[in-house]
């Protein structure tokens, strides 16, 4: 049963759009969702994350948006650049499972020059 | 400053044989997570620690997986009788706390791979 899906395995956008990755998750539970980037050979690096008492997060380049209604969110990436090309995972936790992550499937993100 | 380091970093072993992998957390993180990602998937939850105690190992494929955090710092996971399902990358992570939203550093992994 996975709780958490991405549902692209990949992407590809050109330099300077917008990248937006999708995730939806199924357990109401969860009340923290992260962003990780993950390059080869390399652990998954944290990049944002929101709470659920918040529909919106923005750090720089990189938007979160949480639809709790929908258990969906999204992460939008303006402009896109060359150095996003990775794999992007979207994780939940709750506290009460002394938050460890639980995973979606990733999305290989390829930015065009 | 330093952040979370594993060793080795690649393990080739044969079926049936014992493996240890180590973790090394970012200095002061008390809690520390392990993970296993196999190719084409996100990583799933092994156990995590609190401390020097397993808080929840429900993760655990089974019996032949184990964990330990003696000194509170350093965890190593311990494989036995290993399989050739066991290859995948090994993920540790640490974090600041347990009981508060904190978000977790990790190591590169290890890539294990059983012949």
């Known amino acids: 049963d996975q709780q958490v899906k991405q549902n692209s395995p990949s992407l590809s956008v050109q330099e300077g759009r917008i990248s937006i990755l999708n995730c939806d998750y199924t357990n109401s539970m969860f009340d923290y969702f992260l962003w990780y980037k993950k390059y080869p050979a390399e652990g998954p690096t944290f990049l944002i994350s929101?709470?659920?008492?918040?529909d919106k997060n923005e750090d720089g380049r990189f938007t979160v948006f949480l639809n709790k209604s929908a258990k969906h969110l999204s992460l939008h990436i303006v402009p896109s650049q060359p150095g996003d090309s990775a794999v992007y995972f979207c994780?939940?936790?709750?506290?009460?499972?002394?938050?460890?992550?639980?995973f979606g499937a990733g999305t290989i993100l390829r930015v065009k020059s | 400053g330093a952040g979370v380091s594993q060793t080795p970093s690649n393990k080739v072993t044969e079926k049936g044989k014992y493996v240890e992998l180590r973790c090394d957390p970012i200095s002061g993180h008390t809690a520390l997570y392990w993970y296993r990602q196999s190719l084409g998937q996100g990583p799933e939850f092994l156990i995590y620690f609190q401390g020097t105690g397993a808080a929840d190992d429900s993760g655990l494929p089974n019996d032949r997986f184990f964990a330990v955090r003696p000194e509170g710092s350093v965890s190593t996971l311990k494989i036995q009788r290993t399989e050739r399902g066991d290859s995948a990358v090994y993920l540790c992570?640490?974090?600041?706390?347990?009981?508060?939203?904190?978000?977790?550093?990790f190591g590169p992994g290890t890539r294990l791979t059983v012949l």
């Open positions: 994780a939940a936790s709750h506290m009460e499972y002394g938050n460890k992550l639980v």
């Open positions: 992570a640490s974090s600041l706390l347990v009981t508060t939203y904190n978000e977790q550093f």
């Open positions: 929101i709470s659920s008492i918040k």
